[in-house]
């Protein structure tokens, strides 16, 4: 199945962060780690909502390393 770049790229950056962070395996919250770090008009919802790239790095470090 094709995928578009820009998706391409998110799994990209969150199997990445899997890496840096030590995690077991790529989970959702990688991926939206990913896309707090973005730019989507979406995003600054959420951030308004008080979801932040740094709780969510915070959650992910919380889980068991490798």
Known sequence: MAISPALGETLAAASDLKEKLQSK???PLHLLAVLLAGSHKWVQALRDAGITEEDVLDV???????
Not at 60 to 66: R, S
């Open 60 to 66: 992910i470090g919380k889980e068991d390393p490798l």
């Open 25 to 27: 395996e790529v989970t």
